[in-house]
């Protein structure tokens, strides 16, 4: 679907391609940002009308002809806008029976009272796209991207099922911005787990030792008092010797 005007006070005439928040569904967002609470979005609609001449579609409160219940995807944040696909498929309620011509969605929201609000009204004026009945031949498909401005921070919750297909487009999108930083931290407290781990990377911990026990075999030679020639003798074992010192097995030395 090419852009749509986004422009919520354009009063669109009758036969112009675009969408606009009505002025319930802008009280509704002045008042979830005023009282701090989430969005909730409830239903999304597809249907055949058009909006009347000389009436403002600023002033719709439901579809002039309402046909199909449609779907969305997951809203995406962008600091204070919520980016979303509606989307209608013929196989969504069971099938479609015939095909029907869209020229008109609805986004749809509890009000605080729980009154449903039309928050959204898009429209393809002499545009409309035709959707054929559900076969087993392919299912057919429409998409139409919107955005809402709702408020730094806001949060929107969909109270339906969000069955939109994903894109590859959108499915990039959703890796980077909601899987990634998930992944990440989950990663990270794996790493933290293992490092902690006193029996992880036995490797390293022979070679410390390893490396501890020649730095400690260098110590005892040069460190200590020795007026001839110093000498150091190490044993794997002490099968078959009598000494007097204590058997340090570690190091595989004898101290005094």
Avoid at 218 to 227: A, K, R
């Amino acid at each position: 679907m090419s852009q749509m005007n986004n422009d919520p006070m354009n009063p669109m005439l009758e036969g112009t391609y675009g969408c606009t928040i009505p002025r319930r569904g802008r009280a509704l967002i002045a008042k979830i940002m005023a009282a701090k609470m989430p969005l909730t979005l409830t239903r999304v609609m597809v249907g055949s009308g058009s909006c009347p001449e000389g009436l403002f579609p600023g002033d719709l409160e439901d579809l002039v002809e309402p046909v199909a219940a449609a779907t969305s995807n997951e809203p995406m944040y962008d600091g204070d806008t919520v980016h979303m696909t509606v989307e209608y498929r013929s196989d969504l309620n069971g099938g479609l029976d015939r095909g029907f011509w869209i020229r008109e969605f609805g986004v749809f929201a509890r009000d605080l009272d729980g009154e449903e609000v039309m928050l959204y009204y898009g429209t393809l004026g002499d545009y409309p796209q035709w959707v054929s009945a559900y076969s087993n031949n392919g299912i057919d498909t429409r998409r139409f991207p919107i955005s809402i401005t709702v408020g730094e921070g806001a949060t929107v919750i969909i109270d339906y099922s969000p069955e939109a297909f994903m894109t590859a487009e959108d499915v990039a999108q959703y890796c980077v911005v909601v899987m990634l930083p998930q992944f990440l931290v989950e990663a990270q407290k794996l790493i933290d787990a293992h490092n902690g781990d006193p029996e992880a990377h036995p490797a390293l911990q022979n070679l410390n030792a390893a490396l501890d026990s020649r730095l400690s075999l260098l110590e005892l030679m040069y460190n200590t008092d020795v007026s001839g020639n110093p000498f150091t003798v190490t044993f794997d074992t002490l099968t078959g010797l009598a000494v007097t010192g204590v058997w340090n097995t570690t190091q595989k030395r004898i101290e005094f």
